[in-house]
C-alpha cells in the first residue's frame, strides 16, 4: 500500500511541476527574423545586421522609468524598422539619427520623468517614417514629434488633451504629414523648415493658433479647425515666410476674434500667402475674418470659396509697409458689411482685381455677396480685369486697363461690375440704382456699345453698306422696269 502511495506521489508531484513549468514559459516580446529577443536594444542590433524588422509579439514596454533617472529612453543609431503588429510599444522617448520606420500599432509615452518632453527626437540627416500608428500621450510627453531631418507621417492618429504640441519641425528639418488625425487641445503645429500636408484632419480647442509657419508650407488639402474660446487663428504666417494652398477646408470658430491665415504684426521680412483652391469659414462673436494681413505681405487667390459670419473676409490692417492682395478669383459670402477691406488710414494696401497683362478678358469671375469693396484714402484698388459682383458699387477705381470703363449692370439684385470700352448704363452714388442711359468711355471713331451684347457698331461702316443696298435694289428696280417697257 505504502509502495503505491509513494508512486503516485510521485506522479501527482511530476504533473505538479510539469504544470508550473509549462505556465510559466511565454513567448518571448520581440521577434527579428526566427529569433526571439525580451531586450530591445538586443533586437536593434539584430535587425540591423539581419535587415529584417523587429516585430512585437505583444504589448512592450521598454525600460523602467523613474523620477531621478529615466531607463525608458533610446537612441537609435542604427537603420531599424519596427513593426508594431497591432501592439502597444511603450517607451519614454526615441532620439533617431539613422533611419528608423515604424509601424501598424500604438506608440505609447506615459513614463513620468521624459528628458525633452518628446516622443521621437529625430536629428539633423535622420530618417523617420511614422506609418498607422496610433500615438499616445501621458504624463511629462507633451509633443509626438520633434524633427530636424526628413521625416514622414502617415495616417497617424494623435488626441489627447494634455498634449502641448504634435510635431515641432526646425529650420534644417523637411516633414511631410499625409491623412493625418491630429486633435489637441492646444496648438498642434510648428514650422520652421519645410512641411507638406497632404490630407487628413487636425483641430485644437485651444491656443492662439491651430498652424505656425515661419518658413516654407504647402497644404494639398485636409480639414483645418481651431475652437478656441477667446482667439484663433487657423494659420498663423510669420514675417519672411512662405505659404501655399491648393485645397482644404479651413474653419475658425471662436468667441470673440476668429481668422482663417493671419500674417504677424511684426513681418520686417516679407510673407507670401498664395491660395489655389479652398473654402475658408469663421465664426465668430466679435470679429471673423477670413484672411488678416499686416505688414509686407502678398496675398494671391486664384480661387476659393470664404465666408465669414461677420463683416470682412479679407482686410489689411494696414501698417508704414506695403500690403498687395491679388484677386484673380474665388467667392466671398458675409451678411452684411464690407467683404475685402483696407479700412484703416494708414494702411498702405494694393488690391489688384485681375492680372495687369494688357489682357481683358472678363475672367475671373469675383463674387462679393451683400456688401461692397472699401478702402481707405490711403490704399489703391485696381481693376485690370474680371467682373465682380457685388452688392454697392465700386468706391473708386485708382488704375485699369487704358481705353477701358469700370460699366455696371443689374444682375438678381447685385451690381455687375466689368471692364468696356463703353458703358450703356450707369450707376446712382446716393442709391447705387442701375439706369440705362448715358455713357462713357473711349470707342474708335463711330463705334457704339450694343446695350445688349455690350459689343461695339461702327456707324460709319454701317452708314457706307446701307447706302449700297438701297442704291442696289434701286438698280434692280429700274431693271425691272426697263424690260416691261
Given at each position: 500500500?505504502?509502495?503505491?502511495?509513494?508512486k503516485?506521489?510521485l506522479?501527482?508531484?511530476?504533473?505538479?511541476?510539469l504544470?508550473?513549468?509549462t505556465?510559466?514559459?511565454?513567448?518571448?516580446s520581440?521577434k527579428?527574423?526566427?529569433?526571439?529577443?525580451?531586450?530591445?536594444?538586443?533586437?536593434?542590433?539584430?535587425?540591423?545586421?539581419s535587415?529584417?524588422p523587429?516585430?512585437?509579439?505583444?504589448?512592450?514596454?521598454?525600460?523602467?522609468a523613474t523620477?531621478?533617472?529615466d531607463?525608458?529612453?533610446?537612441?537609435?543609431?542604427?537603420?531599424?524598422?519596427?513593426?508594431l503588429?497591432?501592439?502597444?510599444?511603450?517607451?519614454?522617448?526615441?532620439k533617431?539619427?539613422?533611419?528608423?520606420?515604424?509601424?501598424?500599432?500604438?506608440?505609447?509615452?506615459?513614463?513620468?520623468?521624459?528628458?525633452?518632453?518628446?516622443v521621437?527626437?529625430?536629428?539633423e540627416?535622420?530618417?523617420?517614417?511614422?506609418?498607422?500608428?496610433?500615438?499616445e500621450?501621458?504624463?511629462?510627453a507633451?509633443r509626438?514629434?520633434?524633427n530636424?531631418g526628413?521625416?514622414?507621417?502617415?495616417?497617424?492618429?494623435?488626441?489627447?488633451?494634455?498634449?502641448?504640441?504634435?510635431?515641432?519641425?526646425?529650420t534644417?528639418?523637411?516633414?511631410?504629414?499625409?491623412?493625418?488625425v491630429?486633435?489637441?487641445?492646444?496648438?498642434?503645429?510648428?514650422?520652421?523648415?519645410?512641411?507638406?500636408?497632404?490630407g487628413?484632419?487636425?483641430?485644437?480647442?485651444?491656443?492662439?493658433?491651430?498652424?505656425r509657419?515661419?518658413?516654407?508650407?504647402?497644404?494639398?488639402g485636409?480639414?483645418?479647425e481651431?475652437?478656441?474660446?477667446?482667439?484663433?487663428?487657423?494659420i498663423?504666417?510669420?514675417a519672411?515666410?512662405?505659404?501655399?494652398?491648393?485645397?482644404g477646408?479651413?474653419?475658425?470658430?471662436?468667441?470673440?476674434?476668429?481668422?482663417?491665415?493671419?500674417?504677424?504684426?511684426?513681418?520686417?521680412?516679407?510673407?507670401?500667402?498664395t491660395?489655389?483652391?479652398?473654402?475658408?469659414?469663421?465664426s465668430?462673436?466679435?470679429?471673423?475674418?477670413?484672411?488678416a494681413?499686416?505688414h509686407?505681405?502678398?496675398v494671391?487667390?486664384?480661387?476659393?470659396?470664404?465666408t465669414?459670419?461677420e463683416?470682412i473676409?479679407?482686410?489689411?490692417?494696414g501698417?508704414?509697409r506695403?500690403?498687395t492682395i491679388?484677386?484673380?478669383?474665388?467667392?466671398?459670402?458675409?451678411p452684411?458689411?464690407?467683404?475685402?477691406?483696407?479700412?484703416t488710414?494708414?494702411?498702405?494696401?494694393?488690391?489688384?482685381i485681375g492680372?495687369?497683362?494688357?489682357?481683358?478678358t472678363?475672367?475671373?469671375?469675383?463674387?462679393?455677396?451683400?456688401?461692397?469693396?472699401?478702402?481707405a484714402d490711403?490704399?489703391?484698388?485696381?481693376?485690370?480685369?474680371?467682373?465682380?459682383?457685388?452688392?454697392?458699387?465700386?468706391?473708386?477705381?485708382?488704375?485699369?486697363?487704358?481705353?477701358?470703363?469700370?460699366?455696371?449692370s443689374?444682375?438678381?439684385?447685385?451690381?455687375?461690375?466689368?471692364?468696356?470700352?463703353?458703358?450703356?448704363?450707369?450707376v446712382?452714388?446716393?442709391?447705387d440704382?442701375?439706369t440705362?442711359?448715358g455713357?462713357?468711355?473711349?470707342l474708335?471713331?463711330?463705334?457704339?456699345e450694343?446695350?445688349?451684347?455690350?459689343s461695339?457698331?461702327?456707324?460709319?461702316?454701317?452708314s457706307?453698306?446701307?447706302?449700297?443696298?438701297?442704291?442696289?435694289?434701286?438698280?434692280?428696280?429700274?431693271k425691272?422696269?426697263?424690260?416691261?417697257?
Amino acid at each position: 500500500m505504502e509502495k503505491v502511495l509513494n508512486k503516485w506521489g510521485l506522479k501527482l508531484i511530476f504533473a505538479i511541476s510539469l504544470l508550473f513549468i509549462t505556465t510559466n514559459v511565454h513567448a518571448a516580446s520581440l521577434k527579428v527574423g526566427e529569433k526571439e529577443f525580451e531586450d530591445f536594444l538586443q533586437a536593434v542590433d539584430e535587425a540591423n545586421i539581419s535587415g529584417n524588422p523587429i516585430v512585437l509579439q505583444n504589448d512592450y514596454s521598454y525600460g523602467a522609468a523613474t523620477e531621478e533617472e529615466d531607463e525608458s529612453n533610446v537612441s537609435i543609431t542604427k537603420k531599424v524598422s519596427i513593426d508594431l503588429n497591432n501592439f502597444t510599444f511603450n517607451i519614454g522617448e526615441i532620439k533617431n539619427s539613422s533611419e528608423l520606420e515604424i509601424y501598424n500599432g500604438t506608440l505609447k509615452a506615459d513614463y513620468k520623468f521624459i528628458i525633452s518632453n518628446n516622443v521621437v527626437e529625430n536629428q539633423e540627416n535622420a530618417t523617420l517614417i511614422l506609418r498607422d500608428v496610433k500615438a499616445e500621450l501621458y504624463g511629462e510627453a507633451e509633443r509626438l514629434l520633434d524633427n530636424e531631418g526628413t521625416a514622414t507621417l502617415e495616417r497617424v492618429t494623435l488626441q489627447s488633451s494634455t498634449a502641448t504640441s504634435a510635431v515641432a519641425n526646425g529650420t534644417i528639418g523637411t516633414v511631410t504629414l499625409e491623412d493625418c488625425v491630429i486633435e489637441l487641445g492646444s496648438s498642434i503645429i510648428t514650422n520652421d523648415g519645410n512641411m507638406t500636408i497632404n490630407g487628413g484632419t487636425y483641430k485644437n480647442t485651444e491656443g492662439s493658433y491651430l498652424i505656425r509657419n515661419n518658413n516654407t508650407m504647402t497644404i494639398n488639402g485636409g480639414t483645418f479647425e481651431t475652437q478656441d474660446f477667446t482667439i484663433g487663428n487657423v494659420i498663423t504666417a510669420n514675417a519672411g515666410s512662405t505659404l501655399e494652398i491648393n485645397n482644404g477646408n479651413f474653419k475658425g470658430v471662436t468667441g470673440i476674434y476668429s481668422t482663417c491665415i493671419s500674417t504677424s504684426f511684426s513681418c520686417s521680412a516679407g510673407t507670401k500667402i498664395t491660395i489655389n483652391n479652398a473654402t475658408f469659414n469663421t465664426s465668430s462673436n466679435l470679429i471673423g475674418t477670413a484672411i488678416a494681413t499686416t505688414h509686407n505681405t502678398e496675398v494671391t487667390i486664384n480661387n476659393g470659396n470664404f465666408t465669414t459670419t461677420e463683416d470682412i473676409n479679407v482686410f489689411s490692417l494696414g501698417g508704414t509697409r506695403v500690403i498687395t492682395i491679388n484677386l484673380y478669383g474665388g467667392t466671398f459670402n458675409a451678411p452684411n458689411a464690407s467683404r475685402l477691406s483696407g479700412k484703416t488710414e494708414q494702411a498702405n494696401a494694393t488690391f489688384n482685381i485681375g492680372k495687369n497683362d494688357g489682357s481683358v478678358t472678363q475672367t475671373p469671375v469675383i463674387n462679393i455677396q451683400n456688401g461692397q469693396i472699401d478702402v481707405a484714402d490711403s490704399a489703391k484698388f485696381n481693376f485690370y480685369d474680371g467682373m465682380i459682383t457685388l452688392k454697392n458699387k465700386i468706391v473708386r477705381v485708382d488704375d485699369k486697363p487704358e481705353g477701358y470703363d469700370v460699366c455696371y449692370s443689374e444682375e438678381n439684385g447685385y451690381i455687375k461690375a466689368e471692364l468696356k470700352t463703353y458703358c450703356t448704363t450707369t450707376v446712382d452714388d446716393n442709391t447705387d440704382d442701375v439706369t440705362t442711359g448715358g455713357g462713357s468711355g473711349s470707342l474708335g471713331e463711330g463705334e457704339v456699345e450694343n446695350p445688349e451684347t455690350g459689343s461695339t457698331i461702327n456707324w460709319i461702316a454701317l452708314s457706307i453698306f446701307l447706302a449700297l443696298t438701297i442704291a442696289l435694289l434701286w438698280i434692280i428696280r429700274k431693271k425691272n422696269v426697263f424690260h416691261r417697257l
